[in-house]
């Protein structure tokens, strides 16, 4: 059973464009949601994460925007960049110690 | 700062072969964590540890073994390599508490013949 949607599977931006992101989940006690980056060879790194009593979260040029209702969440990367250029997983944790993970989405970010 | 290694880097065995993974880290977290990722599927746990003498089944538990040696080592081992098995293995840790970041490593990459 798959908790965590993401979608697109792989997205490609141009530089200095926005690129969008979407997650959605089945699990109503899931509250607390990472991103995290990962590039070819190494392991994922936390980018930005959300609680679900916020509806929005920034850091930078990253975005989460959450919708509890639907049980939805989207990262936006504004002005993306080259080195952007990674895989991007949602993940979502009951408040214990288990995530569970999204397959990723690839984006690439042309110069 | 801190760091999080996994050894070996590249792991090809057998299929039945026993099969062990380590990892170390130097946080001094108190919760580390084992899961696999296979192209196209995220990733999914297989053991956790919260704490030096804890050790918890994830949701992929079967054909795994795992120890939690000391605070700050964790391995892993694959009772019966699978043949064709083909996967990458990534250890990471934390802080105890529900919602800590966790902490990667760069993975042991698995390959059966």
């Known amino acids: 059973q798959q908790q965590v949607r993401q979608s697109p599977q792989s997205l490609t931006v141009w530089e200095g464009e926005t690129a969008i992101l979407n997650c959605s989940y089945e699990?109503?006690?899931?509250?607390?949601f990472p991103w995290y980056q990962q590039f070819p060879g190494e392991g994922p790194a936390l980018l930005i994460a959300i609680r679900s009593v916020s509806d929005k979260k920034e850091d930078g040029r990253f975005t989460i925007f959450f919708n509890k209702r639907e049980k939805k969440l989207s990262l936006h990367i504004t002005d993306s960049q080259p080195g952007d250029s990674a895989t991007y997983f949602c993940?979502?944790?009951?408040?214990?110690?288990?995530?569970?993970f999204g397959a990723g989405t690839r984006l690439k970010v042309i110069a | 700062g801190g760091i999080i290694t996994q050894t070996p880097k590249f792991l090809i065995g057998q299929e039945g072969q026993k099969l062990t993974l380590k990892c170390q880290q130097n946080?001094?977290?108190?919760?580390m964590y084992w899961y696999r990722q296979d192209s196209g599927k995220g990733l999914r746990l297989i053991y956790y540890?919260?704490?030096?003498?804890?050790?918890q089944k994830g949701d992929l538990s079967e054909g795994y073994d795992a120890s939690r040696e000391k605070k700050s080592s964790f391995s892993l081992t694959v009772t019966s390599a699978q043949k064709n098995e083909m996967a990458v293995f990534l250890c990471a840790s934390s802080h105890r508490g529900s919602g800590a970041e966790q902490f990667f490593g760069p993975g042991t990459r698995l390959t059966v013949l």
């Open positions: 993940a979502a944790s009951p408040g214990n110690y288990k995530y569970v």
């Open positions: 699990n109503s006690a899931f509250d607390y």
């Open positions: 946080f001094n977290h108190d919760t």
């Open positions: 540890s919260i704490t030096e003498n804890d050790l």
